[in-house]
């Protein structure tokens, strides 16, 4: 049988939603899957994928422009394929004690793509994150890394099981 193979496609310029994307990509290759983790700025094409994970980082309510742009860019391939959505974003642990929903614009790509979920996981800002706007942040100690390795991990194992359902029917 024919390992799926499985897009994970991240917007971020400075790796929080990287970093969540990579454990994606991980847990999927451990459950047997073919999985792909790259920029989104970078895919071009989602054809060769039998499903496709694409994240973005948000920022005052917003969701990378990058991640955006590949959804749109994909908006027709994308509708023939299972997708499903992720978010990078409170600096707190807010995203591990409860569901974030998604923001209004991520919301209208999950309805727009027919994405099968959405899942906000915390966010990153350290002192190693460039920016102006980062380092204000860590300065008034408001930064910090939220993301949680193990609820990453059994989101992805929930969308493994969710495509291994939907190959058998």
Same mark, same amino acid.
């Given at each position: 049988?024919?390992?799926?193979?499985?897009?994970?496609?991240?917007?971020?310029?400075?790796?929080?939603? $990287?970093?969540?994307?990579?454990?994606?990509?991980?847990?999927?290759?451990?459950?047997?899957?073919?999985? !792909?983790?790259? #920029? /989104?700025?970078? +895919?071009?094409?989602?054809?060769?994928?039998? /499903?496709?994970? %694409?994240?973005?980082?948000?920022?005052?309510?917003?969701? @990378? *422009?990058?991640?955006? *742009?590949?959804?749109?860019?994909?908006?027709? !391939?994308?509708?023939?394929?299972?997708?499903?959505?992720?978010? @990078?974003?409170? %600096?707190?642990?807010?995203?591990? *004690?409860?569901?974030?929903?998604? +923001?209004?614009?991520?919301?209208?790509?999950?309805?727009?793509?027919?994405?099968?979920?959405? *899942?906000?996981?915390?966010?990153?800002?350290?002192?190693?994150? #460039?920016? %102006?706007?980062?380092? $204000? %942040?860590?300065?008034?100690?408001?930064?910090?890394?939220?993301?949680?390795?193990?609820?990453?991990? @059994?989101?992805?194992?929930? +969308?493994?099981?969710?495509?291994? /359902?939907?190959?058998?029917?």
């Amino acid at each position: 049988m024919k390992r799926q193979r499985i897009l994970v496609a991240y917007g971020s310029k400075h790796g929080a939603t $990287a970093g969540i994307a990579e454990e994606i990509g991980r847990t999927l290759e451990q459950e047997g899957f073919d999985a !792909a983790v790259h #920029p /989104a700025r970078g +895919v071009r094409k989602v054809e060769g994928f039998d /499903a496709v994970i %694409l994240g973005g980082s948000l920022y005052a309510g917003h969701w @990378s *422009r990058d991640a955006m *742009r590949c959804a749109h860019r994909n908006a027709d !391939a994308l509708t023939h394929r299972p997708v499903w959505l992720f978010s @990078s974003g409170p %600096l707190d642990s807010s995203a591990e *004690r409860h569901e974030i929903p998604p +923001v209004p614009a991520v919301a209208r790509e999950m309805e727009r793509l027919h994405a099968k979920g959405h *899942r906000t996981f915390g966010g990153s800002i350290t002192a190693e994150t #460039p920016g %102006l706007v980062a380092r $204000a %942040l860590v300065k008034h100690d408001k930064g910090g890394d939220f993301r949680n390795a193990e609820a990453i991990q @059994s989101w992805a194992h929930q +969308v493994g099981e969710e495509l291994r /359902a939907g190959e058998k029917a």
